[in-house]
């Protein structure tokens, strides 16, 4: 972990997926995005508010990645993974599964593990 | 419409050169642009350079003037950078300011300098083009973000690795006679799926080499080539650029690329073509899967249709539109900043008739480049075409 200063938005949200209560940014026509935003990119609305993430997610696409940057060296091979969570879509590495069996549409949860190489924090699906 | 024409261009041998410096290549393509057009230094009133990492690789920035210096111009002098399509992003300024009047001779390139920190560090920068706090730090990586692409294709369209090794070998085979490339071997089907797996469905085979390199040109006024009396038939008589969301998992679809779709139709609408009057294409094959996306955004393929046309032997130098005549990214090389200029230099060759691949298209009067930065949240199109 650096010392280095918080990012505001990406932080915080991180957090509420440690404390358990995930969330996402919505307009009012329903598009959903990840913090920092200050305005929808599809319509334009500033009317943003916060609302909770779905508790699951659905596989939208995969990639096993064998040659990692030195920032994840011992992490690879890992999944980079696509998840829908309703409005919002969020990237992560998928884990406790085989990456042989994994298949789009497979049904995951969202959490904040450790990434190996660095002990940074990282966003991790897990199927349920 | 006043269509700069294209002076002359110079591009270095692509390929493993950890030893030389970014101004140092540069100097070289510069040079020989310079060289070809006939133009006098003097004349040149400022340059476009495109670079993508060298704060990271060579702990530079600011470099268009030191670039600029290295050929031996005192000119305004300006970088360009929109990751894999900087140098694009360069000539359709370029372009604009020829057009508008406010200049008649322009230097235009770039330069890239990426195997002297080695390819950990190299694929490192090139993953600083994605978006750091939710991919970066997800693990992407830009063959893992192809490889979602690709996966993302394959489900909403169909095709197999099969069908994208055909894409490589198709691209190596053209490259075999490229003085310029990097990899100039024959590969088959067979041994691109069983290249070790870089980012699944992706192997090492359907990825570019880790480049050095640069290229560049001169670009002048139809009034200025006239007035000079200069030998410069190709014009660049059109251009675009379309814009899309930096991360993957902001865009509604991701087997598709919208902002190559839109840079095509700026592009095409800008120089009074379609496209079925395309007669070869330069295309972003960063990865083998970029080509089949690239070809489906120029239109030249339906969405979904793009996948076996090399298979089918449509996009070789056989085929009736041959795309990536010069053996693309995937055998020629990509040093990131140059891209865009060598694949327009390419074209240039092909429709004069001096490029070794220049037999493929005898008749051939129109010519499309097309530039991707990232996972196409930037590209640009260019169509050339050449006074029969």
Redesign the interface.
Known sequence: MSDRAR?GG?DDWLDAIEAGEPYYVECPEGHG??PPRRVC?TCQSRELTTASLPDSGEI??????????????D?AP?V?T?ASFGP??????LRGVD?ETVE?GDVVGISVEERTTTG?R??VFRPR | MNSPRIAGAGVTQFGKHPERTGRDLFAEAGLEALDAAGVSPDDVEALHFGNFMGELTEHQGHQAPLMAEAVGLNVPATRFEAACASAGAGVREAVKTIRNGEADVLLVGGAERMTNVG???A??GL?IAADD?????????F??AY???A??YF?EFGGSREDLAHVAVKNHEHALVNEHAQLRSEITVEDVLSA???????GLYDACPITDGAAAMVLVSEAYATEHGLDAPVSITGTGQGGD?L????RPD?ATTPAAVDAAEEAYADAGIGAGDVDLAEVHDCFTIAEVLAIESLGLYEPGEGITAATDGETTRHGDTPINLSGGLKAKGHPVGATGVAQIATIAWVLDGTHPRADAVPDGTVGVAHNAGGTAASATVHVLEVDR
Not at chain 1, 61 to 69: D, I
């Open positions: 990012d990406y995005w990840l990119p939208t696409s995969f990639s096993t990645v064998y040659v990692a940057t030195p920032q994840f060296e992490d890992y980079t696509l919002v879509t969020i990237t992560g590495i990456p789009l940074d990282l966003v | 390819t950990a560090a694929t490192d993953a706090l939710y991919e970066v730090r997800a693990g992407m990586t063959p893992a490889g979602l692409m996966r993302s489900a070790p797996p870089v980012a699944d469905p992706l969301s991360a993957l998992q902001d991701i």
